[in-house]
C-alpha cells in the first residue's frame, strides 16, 4: 500500500512558529494607523472653513489643531512610537502578505473576493500615496513644485492649500485616488479585523459590522472629500520664506561652492 503526498505548493509563513503574533501585530498596527487616520481627516475636514489672512482676527480651527499638535512634549517619540513605527511594519508584513496571497475572482466573482482584491489593489496606490504625502509635507522634494509642496506649520491652512496646487496632478489625480484608496482600505480592514480578533463570528455580526465599516467608509470619504474641495477652491498666496520649513534635502549653494 502506498500513502500519496501532495506536494507542498503553499507560501512558506514569515516568521515560522511566530507566524501567529507576527500576524496579530499586522492587524493591530493597523487599527492603530487607521485611529489616527480618522482623528487626521477630521481634523482635515476643518478646513472647509478657508484660509485666514494676514491682518484677519483669530486663526482658523485647522490652524489651532495643528499648534496643539505641535505643542505636544516629545512630538518626534510620540509620532515614531504612534505613527511612523507601526505604520512601517504594517507596510512591510502587507506587502509580504500581498506579494504572496492568492486572488480568486476570476474564478469565484463574489462580493467579499473582490473586497479581498480591492483590500490589496489599495494597500499597493497607499504605499505609494504615503510617500508622496509625507516626503511633499516634509519638504524632501526638490524646485518649485518641492516648495510649493512643503507644509510650514504656522501658516498651516495656506500652505495645504498651495500643496494641492503644486500641480493639476496633486489635487485633481493623486489626491482623490489616494483618499479613495485611504477610505476603502480603514473601512474594509476594521470590517476583516473584528474577524481576525474573533469578535464578529457569526454571519449576522459580520453582516452588521459590515454596515457599520459602511458607515465609517462614507464617514471618512466624506472628511476627506471635504478637505479636498475646500483647498482647492482656495486661492494659492505666496508664503514668506522665512517660514517654510528649510528643504530637508541638501541644496548646494552657489555662493558658497564658488
Ligand atoms: C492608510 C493606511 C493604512 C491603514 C489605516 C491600514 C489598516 C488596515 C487594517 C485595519 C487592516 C485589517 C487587518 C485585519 O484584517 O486583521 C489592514 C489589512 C491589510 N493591510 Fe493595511 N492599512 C494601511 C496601509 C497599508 C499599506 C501601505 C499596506 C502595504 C502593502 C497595507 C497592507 C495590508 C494588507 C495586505 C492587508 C490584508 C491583510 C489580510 O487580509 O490578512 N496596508 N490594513
Not at 47 to 75: M, N
Request: aromatic residues 14%; glycine residues 10%.
Amino acid at each position: 500500500m502506498t500513502t500519496a503526498t501532495a506536494s507542498d505548493f503553499t507560501v512558506p509563513l514569515l516568521g515560522g512558529r511566530a507566524h501567529f503574533l507576527l500576524r496579530r501585530l499586522h492587524s493591530l498596527t493597523g487599527l492603530v494607523f487607521g485611529g489616527y487616520l480618522v482623528v487626521h481627516l477630521l481634523v482635515n475636514a476643518t478646513l472647509i472653513e478657508g484660509v485666514r489672512h494676514e491682518g484677519e482676527a483669530g486663526k482658523t480651527v485647522f490652524q489651532i489643531q495643528v499648534d496643539k499638535i505641535h505643542s505636544l512634549p516629545f512630538l518626534p517619540v510620540v509620532e515614531t512610537v504612534f505613527i511612523y513605527l507601526p505604520i512601517l511594519y504594517h507596510t512591510l508584513y502587507g506587502i509580504w502578505i500581498t506579494l504572496t496571497g492568492q486572488p480568486n475572482v476570476n474564478h469565484y466573482s463574489y462580493g467579499k473576493n473582490w473586497f479581498y482584491f480591492f483590500q490589496r489593489v489599495s494597500a499597493v496606490i497607499l504605499v505609494f500615496f504615503m510617500l508622496f504625502h509625507i516626503l511633499g509635507m516634509k519638504g524632501v522634494f526638490g524646485g518649485d513644485i518641492g516648495r510649493a509642496l512643503t507644509f510650514a506649520p504656522l501658516h498651516a491652512s495656506q500652505s495645504t492649500v498651495n500643496h494641492f496646487h503644486a500641480g493639476w496632478w496633486v489635487g485633481y489625480f493623486i489626491y482623490p485616488i489616494g483618499i479613495l484608496a485611504s477610505c476603502y482600505h480603514l473601512a474594509n480592514g476594521f470590517w476583516t479585523a473584528a474577524i481576525t480578533w474573533g469578535l464578529t463570528v457569526s454571519a449576522e455580526a459580520q453582516r452588521r459590522w459590515g454596515l457599520a465599516c459602511a458607515g465609517l467608509f462614507a464617514f471618512t470619504l466624506g472628511c476627506g472629500l471635504l478637505a479636498l474641495v475646500s483647498v482647492l477652491g482656495s486661492e494659492v498666496r505666496p508664503l514668506p520664506a522665512e517660514d517654510v520649513p528649510e528643504m530637508r534635502v541638501p541644496i548646494v549653494d552657489v555662493n558658497k561652492a564658488k
